[in-house]
């Protein structure tokens, strides 16, 4: 371990509140984050089955203020 900072590759910025491949109804207004996590697991598969890369890292996204948001998410590529 050398200290520095990974070098992964950044694929996207993710809203996982954004993505609607299920309709949730009244449980994504009851549990957001268990909807918003499910939702952000198939973004990353449909990803992974595109080819494009064979293995992601997500992370939460640092907002301009510092603050690590609840629901944006960092895709990295990992080599």
């Known amino acids: 371990m050398t200290g520095e ?3 992964d590759e950044l694929l996207e ?3 996982a509140s954004d993505l609607r491949t299920l309709n949730w ?3 994504r ?3 957001p984050m268990f909807a918003e996590r499910v939702e952000l697991d ?3 598969g449909a990803l992974l089955a ?3 890369c064979h293995a992601v890292r997500t992370q939460q ?3 301009d203020d510092g603050q690590l948001s609840t629901h944006i998410f960092d895709v ?3 080599d």
Request: proline share 4%; no cysteine; net charge positive.
């Open 13 to 15: 910025i993710v809203d």
């Open 61 to 63: 996204h640092r907002q």
């Open 5 to 7: 900072e990974p070098t």
């Open 42 to 44: 198939r973004h990353v």
């Open 25 to 27: 109804g009244l449980l």
């Open 50 to 52: 595109t080819g494009r």
């Open 76 to 78: 990295y590529r990992v």
């Open 29 to 31: 207004v009851m549990f």
